[in-house]
């Protein structure tokens, strides 16, 4: 049987499905009879999360800030303003600021209050971003926190946490790593990682395994 | 609200745990779950901050062992049945007993490709911005029982205003149905020691986003 398969549902054996399975098809049927939702657009909005919008638009954004000194200033300007020139990153709205990673400064991106993530750069936020450990302990011990992914900053790198409080979305510019002069954009991208625009990890270093 | 949700500076979570390769859903109801939210949120039935209101409201042992989307989907029934978009009734026999009420909007699969961009938060300002990039501010201790967006642990602090997002749509005044009330947006840093005391990391800084309301000069 279709996921989405409405009319017929109540001829499922309930026994098979969890409280919550049921309680969301409960509430997907009820919202759809009553004409508020259309299930077909529910189903393309899923599969554009699931196929479209993801990390690789972030990454692209960050090789080319990486190859293109006029674009970094303009992405470090005004985010929105900058990603919007580019035909083949989906649209961001209006609330974007990019934030850049230096030898003297490293950058983290939180919501402690929810769950606020720049969806149309990094697609949806991980389990662990939404989670309690990290929005508890990323605007107190963010170096604790990096420990957790394996990340040890020098001791006189200086943090600075962006908590998303606001409409506002933070993407952080990572450094780019050495040994990468004459790399193509395309081939750039390969190394910028979810984490890395998160400011929980670093870009992948060249001949590292993807 | 003093909520669970407000969880900046808490200890007890444990360490962060990323999960190797995780897909976009574990689920496929919440896979669901997300649709829904996103296409309640543009027909107009309530905004995002009705949902994030509706989630600081699960009790703190519900919203501490429920998953993510689970609190999404506990904190859309609240708002649905809520705002008369259905009964508690209806959602639990999953029937519709009543046509449903007129909404502004329909999200239809044409659509999605168009309009998955979020919306702007931008409003007409109302007054000229009282603080410039800059300036010393205060945090009120404020402690409103309904939704607001400064955190706890960034409450009766001392920071600098270093940049200005212009006039956007108030949360404490929209998640009680209050209007867009625009209000000047600034990003606020504070010292580590500020926040946390003198044994914080001393190469520390934190920033919130701060709706005007929540400052006073310094």
Redesign the interface.
């Known amino acids: 049987m279709s996921?989405h398969d409405h009319d017929h549902h109540?001829d499922h054996d309930h026994s098979e499905l969890s409280e919550?399975?049921?309680?969301?098809?409960?509430?997907?049927?009820?919202?759809t009879?009553?004409?508020?939702?259309?299930p077909?657009?529910?189903?393309?909005?899923?599969e554009?999360?699931?196929t479209r919008?993801?990390p690789r638009n972030g990454a692209a954004v960050v090789a080319k800030a990486w190859c293109d000194p006029a674009f970094k200033r303009a992405l470090l300007a005004d985010a929105s303003k900058a990603v919007a020139t580019l035909g083949h990153v989906?649209?961001?709205?209006?609330?974007l600021?990019a934030v850049e990673n230096t030898p003297k400064m490293h950058n983290m991106v939180?919501c402690?209050?929810?769950?606020c993530y720049p969806?149309?750069m990094l697609?949806?936020p991980?389990?662990?971003y939404?989670?309690?450990?990290?929005?508890?302990?990323?605007?107190?011990?963010?170096?604790g926190?990096l420990e957790?992914?394996g990340l040890s900053l020098a001791?006189?790198?200086?943090?600075?946490?962006?908590?998303?409080?606001?409409?506002?979305r933070f993407i952080v510019l990572p450094m780019r790593p050495s040994g990468t002069e004459n790399w193509s954009q395309e081939r750039l991208a390969e190394l910028v990682t979810r984490?890395s625009m998160i400011g929980?990890g670093l870009p992948r270093q060249p001949g590292a395994a993807i | 609200m003093d909520g669970i949700h407000d969880m900046g500076g808490m200890d007890g979570f444990g360490k962060v745990e990323p999960e190797p390769n995780e897909p976009p859903f574990h689920e496929p109801w919440e896979g669901r779950v997300m649709a829904l939210e996103r296409a309640m949120g543009y027909a107009g039935a309530w905004h995002i901050d009705h949902s994030r209101f509706a989630r600081e409201r699960l009790p703190p042992q519900v919203y501490l062992t429920s998953s993510y989307y689970q609190r999404w989907a506990l904190a859309m029934e609240t708002n649905v049945v809520e705002r008369g978009l259905a009964t508690a009734e209806e959602l639990k026999s999953g029937r519709a007993l009543a046509p449903g009420k007129t909404l502004p909007r329909k999200f239809t699969p044409a659509l999605v490709r168009e309009r998955l961009t979020r919306g702007s938060y931008f409003r007409q300002q109302q007054a000229p911005p009282r603080f410039e990039v800059g300036d010393r501010v205060h945090t009120r201790n404020i402690h409103p029982t309904t939704h607001t967006r400064l955190p706890r642990y960034a409450r009766g602090k001392f920071g600098i205003v270093e940049l200005c997002h212009g006039c956007h749509m108030f949360p404490d005044a929209v998640a009680i149905n209050r209007g867009d009330d625009p209000q000047w947006l600034y990003t606020v840093v504070f010292e580590g020691r500020e926040l946390w005391g003198p044994d914080a990391d001393p190469t520390l800084k934190v920033s919130i986003d701060a709706f005007e309301p929540y400052l006073e000069p310094a």
Do not use: M, N
Not at chain 1, 90 to 95: I, K
């Open positions: 996921e109540h919550t399975q049921l309680r969301v098809r409960a509430l997907e049927t009820v919202l009879k009553k004409g508020y939702v259309d077909a657009a529910l189903d393309e909005i899923v554009a999360y699931e919008i993801g989906s649209r961001v709205g209006d609330h600021v939180v402690t209050l929810c769950s969806w149309e697609g949806l991980p389990t662990w939404k989670s309690a450990p990290y929005r508890s302990r990323a605007v107190k011990d963010p170096r926190v957790d992914f001791k006189d790198t200086k943090i600075r946490v962006w908590d998303s409080t606001a409409e506002t984490d929980t």
